[in-house]
């Protein structure tokens, strides 16, 4: 949507920078934190205390709280986005590198492509379309494989398939968020996931045991920066930027992100988290950014949401999933 006052140029410029690069520096803060608090206990952390504050700055606002039916819809999404995806997301950066999770998620587009085209029928395969698929199967293929020779060894395969299963639970979030009932407000329905979402994945880290034998007083200073630094930069001040240059900018211009985000995050986890980016990881990124990109600038028959994440989905305005990396 076009504002009638076009923002100041800086302000514009701002928001780019913090969803493209502060969005791709979250992965590294997740792999510095998953080191020393078990990964489903720091997801919970973050989205709890990110949707606390979020609902909370928005109720003294006075947004009106979510019915009965809307708590309902945003706790289903919340087990697909929060307790599947960023559970799995969180669990394989104890596995996989910080850049390498980044760009293994960017291949949503492609488990939203071939939703559109075999479930919802909002897309017919054309040549295009199943090229690009290819490419971005052949450069997942590429970063797992044991079999390719490119003097860097493959990304753990337990790590590669929690976060496929991960793009995939997202893509079908993705899909009921057209049908579930959700708050008008999307900063309300996003406070609401998160919020959902942080006692789900508490209550999934008690299953799986992961308070047991955790001492939160040995948690060094750089892990609870970390967990601070996905609370308010990735959580509250990405969000932020996002939700004003939708309003501002063209979705196409603003989902550029998921293109950006990838790249960035193999950049700051090779300079600042010491990860290895060999041919193996370089050709892998390439052919899974190209997919993005053609999948992407794809027509499809009716627009597709595009959930505040990694990942890039057809470039069409978001509905009200919205949740960031």
């Not at 494989?145 to 003097?151: D, E, K, P, T």
């Amino acid at each position: 949507m076009e504002a009638t006052v076009r923002p100041p140029t800086w302000k514009t410029l701002l928001a780019f920078a913090i969803i493209y690069f502060v969005w791709g520096s979250t992965f590294l803060a997740i792999r510095v934190g998953v080191r020393e608090v078990p990964p489903l206990v720091l997801a919970s952390m973050r989205f709890f205390i990110a949707g606390v504050v979020l609902y909370g700055w928005l109720r003294l606002k006075g947004t009106p709280s979510p019915s009965r039916r809307h708590w309902l819809a945003a706790s289903l999404l919340a087990v697909c986005i929060f307790v599947v995806d960023y559970g799995l997301l969180f669990w394989a950066e104890q596995r996989v590198p910080s850049g390498v999770a980044a760009v293994m998620l960017a291949t949503i587009p492609v488990f939203m492509a071939l939703s559109e085209i075999i479930f919802l029928r909002t897309q017919r395969l054309t040549f295009r379309l199943a090229l690009a698929l290819l490419v971005g199967i052949g450069g997942v293929a590429v970063l797992v494989s044991r079999s390719v020779g490119l003097a860097e060894a493959p990304i753990d395969r337990g790590g590669a398939i929690a976060l496929l299963i991960a793009a995939i639970s997202w893509s079908i979030a993705s899909a009921l968020t057209r049908k579930l009932p959700l708050p008008a407000s999307k900063a309300m329905s996003s406070g609401a996931q998160m919020l959902a979402g942080g006692i789900l994945l508490a209550i999934a880290a008690a299953m799986f045991g992961e308070f047991r034998g955790f001492q939160i007083q040995s948690v060094s200073r750089g892990a609870w920066f970390a967990l601070a630094y996905l609370i308010v930069a990735g959580s509250i001040v990405g969000f932020t930027a996002y939700v004003w240059l939708i309003h501002h900018e063209s979705p196409t211009k603003v989902g550029t992100y998921a293109y950006v985000n990838p790249v960035v995050a193999v950049i700051i986890g090779y300079f600042l988290g010491g990860e290895t980016v060999g041919p193996r990881t370089l050709l892998g990124t390439l052919l899974v950014l190209v997919s993005v990109v053609v999948i992407t600038t794809t027509r499809a028959k009716k627009p597709v949401a595009l959930p505040l994440v990694e990942p890039a989905q057809s470039l069409a305005e978001p509905q009200s999933s919205l949740a960031e990396p």
